[in-house]
């Protein structure tokens, strides 16, 4: 180890401060940059600095809208080399979704290939596609050789690149922006860019006005997808008002006569950034999971315009109801957020209302104007120092020629010679006097930007008609001059001339251009009534049958329940009970779950059915313990093999999903019983074979939990369990199969948890009641 190692590890060179503070400013430092470098778009050109650098490497390779079209990577890879040392990757999803006409209202970038499209396709690799720029970006880059907004190194220092765009329209309105940055996220969504431009002119004509009267020039936003927006007036106005809040947008649908009366609903817009493979993915899982019940079928028809066909499972469903439904369970209807969160002067993050986001705009396009008015200045006044030197040369033509003729140094001899005796001599011997010279100082010099001119001057401007051409070319600009003067001195005549850009641009994508309409359409959402299962389910009679393998069907009408049915082999009758299609099924789980299952939805009784285990999320491992029809306002007694339970509402137990209710916890044990409370008074039987009564307000109700004690055992568990009134007795059925009722019971009365005794003469050998 050298010398100058051992000193650089020394004590001295290191820097000690506590973990907190290093890390937070570090981290502060992480942030900020994503922030400002990454996620949140500026306020003046609504662009990320990702966006921006695609588009100025685009202006640089001369991408116009009118000219040829580039390779996609070769634009990336110069945006990566130039100005955005990334993923070439990200800069090609970047530029891609500019190219998106169903992502982006108004598109920054013409591509040609496969962009990819709004079922979710990815675009095609770069090497694949081309692409230029489109109106509306050359639009933004209006005046940026003009000196219109502030240039800075780029990355590594070799080239400069814009710190902002011109931007000759409110792009962020227009296109709105989406990100996340480190505490702090935007979600901008697309407007109407006709309507912006009218709130900007509003605002300029009323710079002290309410942000509700801007909403009668932006009524919401204008999502490239169309749609409807039904979120109520007040809630829009308190979002554009706070910058936070959220749009409920609807897919646009029509009902389409078949004729004899059927119909089908067609879907033509869907909602902002919904892909349609995801969508009709979802409504196939809602016709699949009856979440809908009269929908029967989805179809998508889709070429260029979006034609999703939606059939009902009757013609004398309500289309108005069906759609409601939808609205509800699909991304048919979805929420937009809005959240304004831009950087204002590309600095300072900072939630804006609409007023603020269109002032940013509008002071930014004044220091445009002032900027491309003095950079305009300068060149007249470049300008007319050259033409004032050419009308000197053309006065003292031929001392001109003999100077650059014979003189050594021809530039200084033009500028130290006197021309104020030669324009006398000029002036008398022509008929034309140049306003340059009349009354002019006697000494008359010309500068180095003069002399440069003139010695750079072809042969062939040296004719009587240039000379005419020069005055009259410096009399317009002198007069160009005189008015952008009077410009940069006054306010108004500024804004008066950012209104009239303003006009121009509107003209251009405007309602009137191509694809400049209004997309998305406003509409007040029907309240959705909530509609009982029962009143969309044709009502009929079936019989449930559920084997001992758990395979589950139903039957077509109320058969006879001793009748022979075929099952599987090594199978056989489980459950076997009459319902209706309308009827919601409880499945009560070995675990402990009750599971919810829709009558409706049980497969047909033509074969064998199908497992029960397919409709629920019920483990292999645990047993079905019962299934019961759903009674609402009833109530259950549930009980474990280690003999506990308690009482629970019988509508606290209905499921909304597949993966069930847990209600009784079992732990090591197993759920045993399941049973409709009806009476006043509890029956227990252990494995012991010794029963117990006691009274039912002994029992606890409860939502979920282990329960209370019912019996004590010194050996195995509970066998079953049952509620009857104490004054009819304890009926059950003997191995003869006919019923028999004890209603002596005083000899098995006691107190819950106790032992019981020995059951009466008579009870069933498998411990069961009745």
């Known amino acids: 180890m050298s010398d100058d190692d051992t000193d650089h590890m020394s004590p001295e060179n290191d820097v000690t401060e506590p973990l907190r503070r290093a890390l937070g400013e570090r981290y502060l430092t992480y942030a900020l940059s994503t922030i400002m470098n990454r996620a949140l778009p500026d306020a003046r050109d609504g662009l990320k600095p990702v966006h921006r650098r695609i588009l100025y490497a685009m202006s640089r390779l001369r991408l116009s809208p009118t000219g040829g079209f580039l390779k996609s990577a070769k634009i990336s890879g110069d945006t990566m080399g130039d100005f955005h040392p990334h993923g070439d990757a990200a800069i090609y999803d970047a530029m891609a979704r500019l190219?998106?006409?169903?992502?982006?209202?108004?598109?920054?970038?013409?591509?040609?290939?496969?962009?990819?499209?709004?079922?979710?396709?990815?675009?095609?690799?770069?090497?694949y596609t081309e692409a230029r720029m489109t109106v509306a970006a050359e639009a933004l880059m209006e005046g940026l050789a003009e000196n219109a907004v502030d240039f800075r190194p780029n990355y590594d220092g070799r080239l400069e690149e814009p710190s902002v765009f011109p931007a000759s329209y409110p792009n962020l309105l227009a296109n709105g922006s989406s990100g996340i940055a480190v505490g702090m996220a935007t979600n901008i969504p697309p407007h109407n860019l006709h309507e912006v431009i009218d709130a900007c002119l509003h605002l300029i004509k009323t710079p002290d006005a309410r942000d509700d009267t801007l909403l009668n020039y932006i009524p919401g936003p204008d999502f490239p997808t169309g749609g409807t927006i039904v979120e109520p007036r007040e809630n829009i106005a308190e979002a554009y008002r706070t910058g936070r809040g959220a749009f409920r947008l609807r897919a646009k649908w029509e009902v389409e006569d078949l004729g004899r009366g059927q119909w089908q609903v067609v879907v033509t817009e869907i909602p902002y950034q919904v892909q349609k493979s995801k969508l009709i993915e979802k409504l196939a899982e809602v016709i699949q999971t009856k979440k809908v019940p009269i929908l029967a079928d989805v179809r998508d028809e889709s070429a260029e315009d979006i034609r999703v066909v939606l059939e009902p499972r009757s013609?004398?469903?309500?289309?108005?109801?069906?759609?409601?439904?939808?609205?509800?369970?699909?991304?048919?209807?979805?929420?937009?957020?809005?959240?304004?969160?831009?950087?204002?002067?590309?600095?300072?993050?900072?939630?804006?209302?609409?007023?603020?986001?269109?002032?940013?705009?509008?002071?930014?396009?004044?220091?445009?104007?002032?900027?491309?008015?003095?950079?305009?200045?300068?060149?007249?006044?470049?300008?007319?120092?050259?033409?004032?030197?050419?009308?000197?040369?053309?006065?003292?033509?031929?001392?001109?020629?003999?100077?650059?003729?014979?003189?050594?140094?021809?530039?200084?001899?033009?500028?130290?010679?006197?021309?104020?005796?030669?324009?006398?001599?000029?002036?008398?011997?022509?008929?034309?006097?140049?306003?340059?010279?009349?009354?002019?100082?006697?000494?008359?010099?010309?500068?180095?930007?003069?002399?440069?001119?003139?010695?750079?001057?072809?042969?062939?401007?040296?004719?009587?008609?240039?000379?005419l051409e020069l005055i009259a070319e410096r009399d317009a600009l002198m007069e160009e001059r005189m008015g952008l003067e009077d410009l940069l001195a006054s306010g108004d005549l500024q804004w008066q001339r950012i209104a009239d850009e303003l006009r121009e641009?509107?003209?251009?994508?405007?309602?009137?251009?191509?694809?400049?309409?209004?997309?998305?359409?406003?509409?007040?959402?029907?309240?959705?009534v909530e509609v009982p299962l029962e009143a969309m389910i044709d009502r009929e009679p079936i019989t449930v049958v559920c084997s001992q393998m758990g395979w589950v069907r139903a039957m077509t009408g109320h058969i006879d329940l001793t009748r022979e049915l075929k099952f599987k082999d090594g199978d056989g009758p489980r459950f076997i009970f009459h319902a209706e299609t309308t009827d919601r099924l409880l499945v009560f789980g070995a675990n402990g779950r009750f599971y919810t299952v829709s009558a409706a939805n049980l497969p047909g009784g033509r074969g064998m059915g199908e497992p029960l285990r397919l409709m629920i999320d019920l483990p292999n491992e645990a047993e079905i313990v019962d299934i019961l029809i759903h009674k609402p306002?009833?109530?259950?007694?549930?009980?474990?093999?280690?003999?506990?339970?308690?009482?629970?509402?019988?509508?606290?137990?209905?499921?909304?999903?597949?993966?069930?209710?847990?209600?009784?916890?079992?732990?090591?044990?197993?759920?045993?019983?399941?049973?409709?409370?009806?009476?006043?008074?509890?029956?227990?039987?252990?494995?012991?074979?010794?029963?117990?009564?006691?009274?039912?307000?002994?029992?606890?109700?409860?939502?979920?939990?282990?329960?209370?004690?019912?019996?004590?055992?010194?050996?195995?568990?509970?066998?079953?369990?049952?509620?009857?009134q104490l004054a009819d007795g304890l009926s059950w059925l003997d191995p003869a199969g006919r019923t028999r009722t004890e209603s002596e019971l005083g000899e098995w009365v006691g107190k819950r948890a106790s032992a019981g005794r020995m059951a009466p003469r008579g009870f069933p050998r498998d411990n069961k009641f009745t």
């Open 99 to 127: 190219a998106q006409d169903f992502n982006v209202r108004y598109p920054l970038v013409d591509g040609q290939g496969n962009f990819g499209n709004i079922d979710g396709d990815n675009p095609a690799a770069a090497r």
């Open 315 to 467: 013609k004398t469903v309500d289309p108005e109801l069906m759609m409601g439904m939808l609205f509800r369970n699909s991304d048919l209807e979805t929420r937009f957020s809005l959240n304004m969160n831009v950087l204002i002067d590309g600095l300072t993050p900072k939630v804006c209302s609409l007023k603020e986001v269109l002032r940013a705009f509008l002071d930014h396009r004044r220091d445009v104007l002032v900027r491309r008015s003095q950079h305009r200045m300068d060149k007249i006044d470049h300008r007319l120092e050259v033409l004032e030197g050419f009308i000197i040369a053309f006065l003292n033509l031929d001392r001109v020629i003999d100077i650059i003729r014979y003189d050594d140094d021809p530039k200084q001899a033009l500028m130290i010679e006197d021309w104020g005796r030669e324009h006398a001599r000029a002036t008398s011997e022509k008929d034309f006097v140049s306003p340059i010279v009349a009354g002019a100082d006697p000494e008359v010099s010309l500068s180095e930007v003069q002399a440069e001119a003139i010695l750079n001057m072809r042969l062939r401007s040296l004719r009587r008609l240039e000379e």
């Open 505 to 528: 641009t509107r003209k251009k994508f405007g309602r009137d251009s191509e694809g400049g309409a209004r997309r998305t359409q406003f509409a007040e959402a029907a309240e959705v």
């Open 633 to 724: 306002g009833m109530r259950l007694l549930v009980a474990s093999s280690e003999g506990n339970g308690f009482i629970v509402p019988e509508d606290d137990v209905v499921a909304q999903t597949r993966a069930g209710k847990q209600v009784l916890n079992v732990g090591a044990a197993t759920a045993r019983t399941c049973r409709r409370v009806n009476g006043d008074s509890v029956a227990v039987v252990g494995e012991n074979r010794k029963v117990l009564v006691f009274p039912l307000d002994e029992l606890p109700e409860m939502g979920r939990g282990k329960g209370v004690r019912l019996q004590k055992y010194k050996d195995g568990g509970m066998s079953d369990v049952t509620t009857f």
